[in-house]
């Protein structure tokens, strides 16, 4: 009796366990498939790509080629990487030196300046693309990569925020110790509190990649020439440009994805981190 | 010990000094420190927002100097009928869109909170299209859902069932939208992950010791423990939702039409395509006012139903 009921339960256990897997599996090819689909796309003939079929030989690597001279490939990869990387350095810097201030100084408008930067962390990206344009024609700055990369050397609100409950973590002891030692505030930052969050600014160079390396709405608004466009940009204007071609069209997609996807492999623990940090734990 | 005591006297001798206590020349150093995010505030932020609720009383093509309407703008807006058309079609992404990535997410997040082998590598799965680009991952779509060629409306007619048009049929269009979003849930599905894992594993232990079933389990323990993930995915939901464009901008094309476009692309319209930069202005505080009060409805109305554990 005993021994028909273990089996019963065990039979239980292993009949979910199969139904959990094929619903898995299932979720996963509405994940993985439309990029599976794009990339046995990009590899088609154009004259064989209405037929569906995963895998045709033989592989017209040349849609590749294709794609990247139809659009001015690496003059739009270099802008991108302008964009990219100047908005991570100004964001590691001065977010986490404003961070620091907020953090570790104290000063009597710090209370009211600090919901000052809550209260920016509320206002919706959207509303702030008429005005910010605005203010970018007033400057001249239209059609120059300056309002898609300048913003970032004066730190953002959301980045301030995060690295000051970091540094808040770190013991106070440590800034005393330091400045015994007769180290000066910015040492004090620079020495000893950027090297000891070194896991958020990596949290934050990746996210950072990945939304401007993404952003699509900023370009449009603020580029107009294609030889200022970034490759988000290219791509939208690609299909505009000529009757679909969907194979090059796919192949330029897929190029696109690589650098998202490979620091995505790369950087998945710093992905899991950052959920834990957004304050929704803790 | 007694260098550093030392120190500090010196410390102090030379800001008396210089007549400044430690006190005021540490909070001078605080504002040297935060000066660029001032400085940043001040000039994007605060100057764009002042000058595009000036603008938003005017009539401006942003060439010719802006003249002064009042509230025409406004008025016009109430007229205007593609302005509540897309009002409409944002709502509809949102009333639509959220809840289902709200419900599907959890059940994604469950499924993949069992402690079975693989299961990190369908987390992965599961969250890699949040990370891929919006331009790029909106014409993968556009060709999935192609009504003659697309491998979506294939399968459908091999399970026997005619495909609809998607994009190109005005009563589905709204729905491939929606379907495309939710190719973005590995997001939620963390978040409440996040949630999951953060419950006590001893209150589904005492509840089966009490004879509790499954169902009890979630409905008594899971659901009210995750509410205050359900209720950020809610308020983020909500908030990105209302700002839709990009996906509706690449997969519509110059094809947006009354039943697609949503208001930030009306807005968007209204700035790049007409040059009139007063108006679109106006649209910004509209949609700002609607973003600012459906949230703090929501931060009400938590009060009724998101459950925070009192000793935290």
């Known amino acids: ?282 | 010990m007694k260098m550093g005591l030392e120190k500090i006297g010196l410390e102090l001798a030379t800001s008396t000094h210089k007549g400044l206590s430690q006190k005021q020349r540490e909070s001078m150093f605080f504002l040297i420190i935060v000066s660029p995010w001032i400085l940043g505030f001040l000039l994007f932020t605060l100057f764009p927002i002042v000058s595009s609720l000036l603008a938003s009383f005017t009539s401006w093509d942003i060439i010719t100097p802006p003249e002064f309407i009042g509230v025409g703008n406004y008025i016009q807006m109430i007229k205007d009928s593609q302005v509540w058309q897309s009002l409409m079609n944002t709502l509809y992404y949102t009333a639509i869109g959220v809840p289902a990535t709200i419900i599907f997410g959890l059940f994604i997040a469950i499924l993949v909170s069992q402690r079975i082998k693989g299961i990190y590598m369908f987390r992965s799965f599961y969250y890699l299209p949040c990370v891929l680009s919006g331009v790029a991952t909106a014409f993968v779509w556009k060709w999935l859902l192609h009504p003659m060629f697309g491998p979506v409306n294939y399968y459908l007619f091999l399970l026997g069932v005619d495909g609809p048009g998607w994009l190109a049929d005005p009563l589905w269009s709204k729905r491939s939208i929606v379907l495309y979003r939710m190719w973005f849930i590995g997001g939620t599905m963390m978040i409440f992950l996040a949630g999951l894992n953060a419950i006590p594993r001893e209150y589904y232990e005492a509840a089966e010791i009490d004879g509790a079933s499954k169902k009890q389990c979630f409905w008594r323990i899971t659901l009210p423990l995750l509410t205050p993930s359900i209720f950020f995915c809610l308020i983020t939901g909500i908030i990105a939702s209302l700002q839709i464009f990009g996906e509706v901008y690449i997969m519509m094309g110059s094809s947006a039409d009354e039943y697609t476009r949503p208001f930030l692309h009306y807005l968007w319209m209204q700035a790049f395509t007409f040059q009139r930069m007063g108006y679109a202005s106006a649209l910004t505080w509209v949609l700002f006012i609607i973003i600012f009060v459906v949230t703090l409805i929501q931060l009400i109305m938590q009060k009724r139903w998101v459950y925070y554990e009192v000793d935290k």
Not at chain 1, 64 to 74: D, G
């Open chain 1, 1 to 282: 009796m005993k021994q028909s009921l273990q089996r019963m339960a065990r039979d239980i256990r292993i009949s979910k366990k199969v139904l959990s897997y094929f619903v898995l599996i299932l979720l996963a090819f509405f994940f993985l498939g439309p990029l599976l689909w794009m990339f046995s796309t990009s590899l088609k003939d154009r004259t064989s790509l209405f037929n569906i079929e995963w895998f045709s030989l033989p592989w017209h690597w040349e849609n590749y080629t294709y794609a990247l001279t139809m659009i001015p490939f690496w003059n739009q990869l270099k802008n991108t990487l302008i964009v990219v990387v100047l908005n991570i350095i100004g964001q590691l810097l001065v977010s986490s030196l404003v961070a620091y201030g907020f953090a570790r100084l104290e000063s009597p408008v710090k209370k009211p300046m600090f919901i000052l930067v809550l209260a920016t962390m509320m206002i919706p990206s959207a509303t702030m693309v008429i005005p910010s344009y605005i203010l970018f024609k007033h400057l001249g700055w239209i059609d120059t990569l300056l309002p898609l990369t300048v913003p970032a050397f004066f730190g953002h609100a959301y980045n301030i925020f995060l690295l000051k409950i970091f540094y808040q973590k770190i013991p106070f002891e440590y800034d005393e110790a330091a400045r015994l030692d007769g180290a000066g505030y910015l040492r004090i930052w620079w020495q000893l509190l950027l090297p000891l969050t070194k896991p958020v600014l990596a949290t934050i160079a990746v996210f950072t990649f990945q939304n401007n390396w993404n952003d699509f709405f900023g370009p449009l608004i603020y580029l107009q020439s294609v030889e200022n466009f970034t490759l988000q940009l290219g791509l939208a204007s690609f299909s505009g440009m000529y009757r679909v071609d969907w194979t090059s069209l796919m192949a330029a997609a897929t190029v696109i994805m690589i650098p998202c996807a490979f620091v995505f492999v790369v950087a998945q623990k710093y992905f899991a981190q950052s959920l834990s940090i957004t304050g929704l734990k803790e």
